[in-house]
C-alpha cells in the first residue's frame, strides 16, 4: 500500500477548495443569501452586521480550501482499496456529505441553525462535494511528486 502524495494532495485539495469556493460564493452569496435570511430571521436570529459578514466570507473561504484538502485527502485514503477513479472520487465526496450532513443535523436539532438552513446546506453539500473531490482527484495521484 502506498503512501500518500502530500504534495499532490495539497495540489488536488487547494484545487477542490477553488471549486467549492466558487460554489459557495454563487449560492450563499447570491442564490440562497435572501432564503437563507428568511430562515434565520424566522428563528429570531438577527441578521449579519458588515462586520460579521467583512470577518466571515474570508474565513468561510478559507474553510472551504480547508475542506478541500479534506476531500481530496479522503479521497486518497481509500483510493488502495477502491482503486483510481471517478467512481472512488464519488464515493468520497458522498461520504464526506454524510458526514457533513450528520454534523449539519445536529446544529439543527441544538438550536443553532434553522431546519431550512439545515436542508439547504445538506442539499448544497450533496452536489458540491463530489464535485469537488472529482476535480482534485484528477490533479491527485500516489506516484512521486
Do not use: C
Not at 479522503?74 to 483510493?79: G, N
Not at 482503486?83 to 456529505?97: E, R, V
Not at 453539500?125 to 476535480?135: M, N
Request: aromatic share 8%.
Amino acid at each position: 500500500m502506498g503512501k500518500i502524495n502530500i504534495h499532490k494532495l495539497l495540489v488536488g485539495g487547494l484545487i477542490a477548495g477553488v471549486v467549492l469556493s466558487a460554489i459557495d460564493v454563487a449560492m450563499y452569496g447570491a442564490v440562497l443569501k435572501a432564503p437563507m435570511a428568511a430562515a434565520w430571521q424566522a428563528v429570531g436570529r438577527p441578521t449579519m452586521t458588515d462586520t460579521q459578514r467583512d470577518l466571515e466570507v474570508p474565513l468561510s473561504i478559507l474553510l472551504d480550501f480547508v475542506v478541500g484538502v479534506i476531500l481530496v485527502w479522503v479521497y486518497a485514503a481509500i483510493l488502495p482499496r477502491f482503486g483510481a477513479g471517478l467512481g472512488t472520487a464519488l464515493k468520497a465526496g458522498l461520504a464526506s456529505w454524510f458526514l457533513a450532513s450528520v454534523l449539519s443535523a445536529a446544529f439543527s436539532v441544538q438550536g443553532v441553525m434553522p431546519l431550512g438552513v439545515m436542508i439547504i446546506t445538506t442539499l448544497v453539500l450533496l452536489v458540491e462535494y463530489p464535485i469537488a473531490v472529482v476535480i482534485g482527484a484528477k490533479f491527485y495521484s500516489e506516484g512521486g511528486a
